[in-house]
């Protein structure tokens, strides 16, 4: 199959939330960072019925495994190429979890689409009262939006501060960067999108799209100014935009399950994205297919201990 094709299956077959995962370019993006990408089909018939784009990590001390993000697509044997511990897998089929071990969940399970084929004056409607009032404020103070910002370095500091405030790990910023700058264009595509404030910028999004869906992958906003309502002005001009290029979805890229209390790590973020309205939208999650059980086991002390370190 060449990139075309790939790319036509995995939107025809894919999961609704995180396609993108599997699209040629993502694996293109994946090598840039140090990514082992291996790409397999399953022919039945003469016809390509199953794709995984894998990425083949080594385990020190322990060997090897493949982690398919959002995937496999369609069918699959899941036979590995003989050298794995295991093969982490995210499929949206319940048929390939069968006799697999949960893990933990690498991409969010859970996640809210908005659907853009409503009309403006629809999707304002839809949202939280106080999410409406929030985008209101943020055009009455002039906040400022850039849909197409070429300037890491110019956010990056927003989003060591998010990171900080949310209690979570960055990858380094070079990958961010190099994911702006190899995903540009093309049908898999990544920009950043800002909003700023007399000249100073405020907050910031990493989206991508691909397809008939945008996806909110990463996002920051300054510890100060939180009274301009930046990030709500962005959201909204991000959907707006979204629609009038006939995007169909708008996918949050993660929430909290329903029902998760105040203490889930995830719960303040998850209010702040219900709050544009949506379909709550659930997967699987991340699942471990063992090939050599003995050396899984093992694995699965030592990630045990690191984690209580």
């Not at 199953?50 to 322990?62: C, I, S, T």
């Not at 907050?203 to 397809?211: L, P, Q, V, Y």
Request: aromatic share 12%.
């Amino acid at each position: 199959m060449n990139s075309m094709e790939w790319n036509q299956f995995v939107l025809e077959h894919g999961p609704r939330s995180g396609r993108f995962l599997q699209s040629w370019e993502w694996g293109e993006f994946q090598k840039t960072v140090q990514e082992v990408v291996r790409r397999e089909e399953v022919i039945e018939e003469g016809k390509v019925t199953g794709v995984a784009q894998w990425l083949d990590r080594k385990l020190p001390f322990f060997g090897s495994y493949s982690f398919c993000p959002k995937g496999p697509i369609g069918s699959n044997a899941l036979e590995g190429t003989g050298h794995q511990i295991f093969l982490r897998i995210e499929p949206d089929q319940n048929v390939l979890i069968q006799e697999a071990h949960k893990s933990i969940d690498l991409d969010p399970a859970h996640t809210l689409i908005t659907n853009l084929s409503a009309t403006e004056d629809d999707l304002l409607a839809g949202m939280h009262q106080k999410t409406r009032y929030n985008i209101r404020v943020a055009g009455k103070h002039e906040v400022q939006i850039s849909l197409h910002s070429a300037d890491f370095d110019a956010v990056w500091n927003l989003f060591e501060q998010t990171s900080f405030r949310g209690q979570f790990r960055l990858h380094q910023k070079q990958y961010y960067q190099k994911m702006v700058e190899a995903l540009q264009g093309g049908a898999c595509n990544a920009f950043l999108a800002t909003a700023s404030h007399e000249g100073k910028i405020i907050a910031s999004n990493i989206m991508i799209d691909f397809g008939d869906t945008r996806t909110y992958l990463h996002g920051a906003s300054s510890n100060t100014d939180r009274n301009l309502m930046g990030p709500y002005l962005l959201h909204w001009e991000l959907l707006r935009d979204a629609r009038a290029q006939g995007i169909q979805f708008y996918d949050w890229w993660g929430v909290a399950p329903e029902g998760a209390d105040d203490q889930h790590p995830w719960a303040g973020i998850s209010r702040f994205k219900r709050g544009f309205g949506g379909e709550e939208v659930e997967g699987l999650g991340t699942y471990d297919h063992v090939i050599a059980p003995l050396k899984y086991y093992l694995y699965q002390m030592a990630r045990h201990v690191r984690r209580l370190r």
